[in-house]
């Protein structure tokens, strides 16, 4: 699968710093993805659940052999495993918001249709829950415990890097990540557009067990004082002067959508 190769740029920021990675994807393999049959058939009668559905997508083997070398180029970027999941999320939040508008014909009915993460990579958009899975695909192979979060009621969907449990969203032991755009890890307490929140309860799917995010990272004080500052409370008012240097330090943007 390794004709029609195109050379990409990734762009992250780390410590402030704007980077980039140059990858090459293959369109044969972006095009052999697009024809693998998103159905789940159980002999049993069963019905597939989202996390089937999100397995199948991260776990699929010939994909998973030219994403690789992407994993490897993270861990020769930083020593640090904790700088090379801070890498892999920017990168994949970096990635440009944006749907194929493509359906796919089930026997229940008509559903859109959902990139594979290589697809992601080699189109250069994705929505929420399919940049979502790119990224837990390359926090998992990082060595990382990795959970999707997915809000039924905003129909929208996250990533979970495990984290203590102090730190975690909801006590998951999973620290929130949003996809969409450049945000900070462990900041749930962005606005979407149209002014929606994250309040409903969320399904926790669980891709991989492994290491977790430290004890101390400055993304734990920097979320807060974010969450302070868009409650306007009097901490937030008192701390409001830092908003823009937080905002410099990951790039935010300040912009999510929700699916």
Not at 147 to 165: D, M, Q, R, T
Not at 167 to 186: D, H, L, M, Q, W
């Amino acid at each position: 699968h390794q004709s029609y190769p195109d050379a990409i740029t990734l762009k992250y920021i780390l410590n402030g710093t704007e980077k980039e990675i140059d990858f090459t994807v293959y369109g044969e393999m972006a095009d052999y993805l697009s024809r693998v049959s998103r159905a789940i058939e159980y002999t049993n009668g069963e019905q597939p659940s989202r996390g089937d559905f999100k397995l199948k997508t991260i776990n699929h083997e010939e994909q998973r052999e030219l994403l690789i070398p992407l994993v490897v180029k993270i861990q020769n970027l930083a020593n640090e495993s904790v700088d090379q999941a801070r890498i892999a999320v920017s990168l994949v939040q970096n990635i440009p918001y944006g749907s194929t508008g493509k359906t796919v014909l089930f026997a229940s009915g008509q559903v859109d249709y959902s990139q594979y993460p290589y697809e992601v990579l080699y189109y250069g958009q994705g929505i929420c829950g399919e940049k979502s899975t790119l990224m837990a695909f390359l926090l998992k192979e990082l060595g990382y415990g990795v959970s999707i979060f997915y809000f039924p009621e905003e129909n929208h969907e996250a990533v979970g890097i495990k984290c203590p449990l102090e730190r975690s969203f909801k006590n998951s032991g999973y620290c929130f990540v949003e996809t969409g755009g450049p945000s900070i890890i462990a900041d749930s307490s962005m606005q979407y557009v149209n002014g929606i929140k994250l309040n409903s309860e969320p399904e926790v799917i669980v891709i991989s067990e492994g290491i977790s995010l430290p004890e101390s990272m400055r993304e734990y004080k920097d979320a807060k004082t974010l969450k302070n500052i868009r409650s306007k409370n009097l901490i937030g008012l008192l701390t409001r002067w830092k908003f823009d240097g937080i905002k410099a330090k990951y790039g935010l943007t300040e912009e999510y959508q929700v699916e």
